[in-house]
């Protein structure tokens, strides 16, 4: 299983940005994904988390209206919208899957916003 991470990296407050996760080693359309996040100095949190077949998706109320999780099985890929950013959106963004028993993180990839 490898789950990798992009699309991070410098934005205003107020920007957007897109994150990807592609994934790869097992078969991606039978598993719900999540997004995680992990700020300085805190723990990681849960952002975003998406069925299988995308159908149905939940988002940490700090998220809500602001973050959007998507996803493409035919690209095998888990996405994740932030639109009007806020400096305490800074943090590493995780990816993750649950498959048989086992737990699977990408590397995550940096989303700093700053002025």
């Known amino acids: 299983v490898q789950l990798v991470e992009s699309g991070g990296g410098l934005v205003q407050p107020g920007g957007s940005l897109r994150l990807s996760c592609a994934a790869s080693g097992f078969t991606f359309s039978r598993y719900a994904m999540r997004w995680y996040r992990q700020a300085p100095g805190k723990e990681r949190e849960l952002v975003a988390i998406?069925?299988?077949?995308?159908?149905?998706?939940d988002y940490a109320d700090s998220v809500k209206g602001r973050f959007t999780i998507s996803r493409d099985n035919a690209k095998n890929t888990v996405y994740l919208q932030i639109n009007n950013l806020k400096p305490e959106d800074t943090a590493v963004y995780y990816c993750y899957s649950y498959i048989t028993l086992t737990t699977h993180w990408g590397q995550g990839t940096q989303v700093t916003v700053s002025s």
């Open positions: 998406i069925s299988s077949t995308g159908g149905s998706t």
